[in-house]
């Protein structure tokens, strides 16, 4: 029911910065929550950052004061700003969103884009 395609991933000097985008599309009747999750190679994937319908946002630890989450509700579309990027950065990052379905506006419908490289390195 909803598509995620995210763009913005590149290789980059380690202090360099990116701009992640996720935009979503397909049926449904609200995003409620959008996020991008990270998973490097032998590790889980984990929260980067989230921001819900209203602005407000969450960071994982390794993110905070350099990265900066935020979305665009009238284009369906979820940024993230990654700033002083570190080799420990480098994964590939998923966008995520949670919406309400259509057929059942209460009901979350949970999505995963398919992912978008990163690669912090000299």
């Known amino acids: 029911q909803v598509q995620l395609v995210e763009s913005g991933g590149d290789l980059v000097q380690p202090g360099g910065s990116l701009r992640l985008s996720c935009a979503a599309s397909g049926m449904f009747f609200v995003i409620n929550d959008m996020g991008w999750y990270r998973q490097a190679p032998g590790n889980q994937r984990d929260l980067v950052a989230t921001i819900n319908r209203g602005g407000s946002t969450n960071y994982a630890d390794s993110a905070k004061g350099r990265f900066t989450i935020s979305r665009d509700n009238t284009k369906n579309t979820v940024f993230l700003e990654m700033n002083s990027l570190k080799p420990e950065d480098t994964a590939v990052y998923y966008c995520?969103?949670?919406?309400?379905?259509?057929?059942?506006?209460?009901?979350?419908?949970?999505?995963w884009g398919h992912g978008t490289q990163v690669t912090v390195s000299s």
């Open positions: 995520n969103a949670k919406v309400a379905l259509p057929t059942a506006p209460r009901s979350q419908g949970n999505y």
